[in-house]
């Protein structure tokens, strides 16, 4: 299975961008990149997802490189709200059942300093 | 639109006790997903449901844990007997039809203790 790096942490100041960055070395062809972000206290909310064109949201930006080693998720003006751990997920297929399911990592942890 | 929503919220149990934890997901959406996150772990997948069928039970770690979705509609997720390394959080969420790519919609999990 294709595997994310991701920085452990990271800090903003609130109303300033935030980009978090993703690692994906050996991602397929046919991987989509997906971020969910977890709150304090709640299940894990999507955020963005994208396959090879950067993509844009209400809530963020997916930059993706071209080679598609690597991408960034970027928030244009960090809120509070927004301090939570984000999951850059690549899109798995479990071959044998059909099943789309997600491989969640450890995430990066995002703090919003106000 | 109503989000997924899961009963209880929390759960404590003494080991060898059972539980089920319930899951209503957005109406509409025929696929359902459980994970869970243990202490200090990752979030793991558990199981899939395309409507009533289990189409992905890969992630289920053990007989201790049966999963049903009958008619299609909500979930539940029993653990018997319960062992004091089930202790977690269970997350169900849901997705729409016949979209393997589309976003899964969590629900806020329940926090289940086993003592």
């Known amino acids: 299975d294709a595997k994310t790096t991701q920085p452990n942490s990271m800090e903003s100041n609130e109303e300033e961008p935030v980009h978090l960055p993703c690692n994906h070395s050996?991602?397929?062809?046919?991987?989509?990149i997906h971020w969910y972000r977890q709150l304090p206290s709640q299940g894990p909310e999507y955020v963005i997802h994208?396959?090879?064109s950067n993509v844009n949201n209400r809530m963020a930006s997916l930059a993706i490189a071209e080679d598609r080693k690597s991408s960034t998720l970027i928030l244009h003006r960090a809120t509070l709200r927004d301090a939570a751990v984000y999951y850059c997920?690549?899109?798995?297929?479990?071959?044998?059942?059909?099943?789309?399911?997600?491989?969640f990592g450890k995430g990066t942890k995002l703090s919003v300093i106000p | 639109e109503a989000g997924v929503t899961q009963f209880p919220s929390h759960s404590v149990i003494e080991k060898g006790q059972t539980v089920t934890l319930r899951c209503d997901p957005i109406?509409?959406?025929?696929?359902l997903y459980w994970y869970r996150r243990v202490m200090g772990k990752e979030i793991k997948f558990l199981l899939h449901?395309?409507?009533?069928?289990?189409?992905?039970e890969s992630g289920m770690p053990n007989n201790r844990f049966l999963a049903e979705r009958t008619g299609g509609t909500y979930s539940t997720l029993k653990v018997q007997p319960a062992e004091l390394e089930d202790s977690g959080v269970y997350f169900c969420?849901?997705?729409?039809?016949?979209?393997?790519?589309?976003?899964?919609?969590f629900g806020n999990g329940t926090r289940l203790t086993v003592t």
């Open positions: 994208g396959l090879t």
């Open positions: 449901f395309v409507k009533e069928s289990k189409q992905d």
């Open positions: 109406s509409g959406h025929d696929n």
């Open positions: 050996t991602i397929s062809g046919t991987d989509y």
């Open positions: 997920i690549l899109r798995d297929v479990n071959s044998g059942a059909g099943s789309y399911q997600l491989t």
């Open positions: 969420a849901s997705s729409q039809r016949g979209l393997n790519n589309s976003p899964l919609h």
